[in-house]
């Protein structure tokens, strides 16, 4: 994948997309998480259910999906975002200090991902 200056990723437990884009272009990526169907549950969500725990080679692929990218917008439900960007500030320190911001969303379609990435980078470069 080419790199681009800005990137967004919506990830889950189970499945992540990264874009990575400038103005005029795009490129995507979609990787999923390895073992879906072997995971352990093993630790206990603040809701009482189980969680399962993160997946190290899940996030190192994304991490890789990710080279280059200056700066980065993390999407995603429940607490996979914030596992990753944990993951990221620890094993791979220059993608973790590109991370502009952690949002919620549920389950957008790409394009609502892609268009508030957008609006959310030219916000942003707007405030420098």
Same mark, same amino acid.
């Given at each position: 994948?080419?790199? $681009?200056?800005? !990137?967004? &990723?919506?990830?889950?437990?189970?499945?992540?997309?990264?874009?990575?884009?400038?103005s005029?272009? *795009? =490129?995507?990526?979609?990787?999923?998480?390895?073992?879906?169907?072997?995971?352990?549950?093993?630790?206990?969500?603040?809701?009482?259910?189980?969680?399962?725990?993160?997946?190290? $080679?899940?996030? !190192?692929? &994304?991490?890789?999906?990710?080279?280059?990218?200056?700066?980065?917008?993390?999407?995603?439900?429940? *607490? =996979?975002?914030?596992?990753?960007?944990?993951?990221?500030r620890?094993?791979?320190?220059?993608?973790?200090?590109?991370?502009?911001?952690?949002?919620?969303?549920?389950?957008?379609?790409?394009?609502?991902?892609?268009?508030?990435?957008?609006?959310?980078?030219?916000?942003?470069?707007?405030?420098?």
């Amino acid at each position: 994948m080419t790199a $681009h200056y800005h !990137a967004v &990723v919506w990830i889950d437990h189970q499945r992540a997309t990264v874009w990575q884009f400038t103005s005029t272009e *795009q =490129s995507n990526s979609v990787i999923h998480a390895h073992d879906q169907h072997q995971r352990v549950h093993s630790r206990k969500s603040s809701h009482g259910g189980h969680k399962s725990p993160a997946d190290p $080679h899940f996030f !190192a692929d &994304v991490a890789h999906a990710l080279d280059g990218s200056h700066e980065i917008l993390l999407m995603g439900p429940a *607490q =996979s975002k914030q596992e990753f960007a944990g993951y990221l500030r620890d094993k791979h320190p220059q993608l973790g200090a590109a991370i502009v911001a952690v949002e919620n969303a549920d389950h957008p379609t790409d394009a609502e991902v892609l268009a508030y990435a957008r609006r959310h980078f030219k916000a942003l470069d707007r405030m420098f």
